[in-house]
């Protein structure tokens, strides 16, 4: 599907078969990155567990900080930045990562810059040595569940309603990352 090639100093990138590119932000990036996600709590507020009104509220210097301290994957095509997302680490589950904030533009869905952003994802997570990737997705998100179900993840039976909508439940997805399981983790 997608193949990791170096580019630029220390910089990993993923190229789809199509033109989408997958990039970790860099800190410089911080402002790409708050644009991205600020369209994504506008355009698909179902989705997350966030709300814009709360991201639009946090200050310059937090977003500065969030692009440095975390690690986030923009996915561009020609340049334009069509989706993006964000990987976490909890510290009571060191084996896995969390995907957080997937969002790709309408115009490009379905088009392949999905995908290549969750392989962007998984080949991180594999390489700093995780075991499984993990989310959460709402009942109500059919798209967003058939797409995951394609890229290997599965339900774990975990539930908790959907903090930005209470009335929302989301359930726990998992994929195991090269040869571990998802039990491994
Ligand atoms: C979730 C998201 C990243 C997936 O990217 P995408 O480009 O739309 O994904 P794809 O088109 O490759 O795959 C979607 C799948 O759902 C199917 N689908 C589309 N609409 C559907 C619906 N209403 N019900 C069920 N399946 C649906 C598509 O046919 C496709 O399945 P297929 O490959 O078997 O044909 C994107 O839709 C998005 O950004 N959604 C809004 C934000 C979001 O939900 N983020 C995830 C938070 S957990």
Known sequence: MSRPIRSGPGV???????VVVVNRAAGSEWRLVRAARLDALAEAPYAFGSTLQRELAVGEAVWQQRVQDGTWFLA?????VVGLACAVTEEARPRQRRLEAM?????HRGGGAASSIVAAVVDWAQAEGAQAVCLWVADGNPR??????RCGFAATGQRRPLPSAPGVAVGEW?????????EDS
């Open 103 to 107: 969002w790709v533009r309408p115009p």
């Open 76 to 80: 561009r095509d020609h340049g334009e």
């Open 144 to 149: 967003a569940r058939r797409f995951f179900e």
């Open 174 to 182: 998992c994929r195991s990352v090269g040869r571990a399981t998802v």
């Open 12 to 18: 990993p990138a993923w190229h789809d078969r199509a």
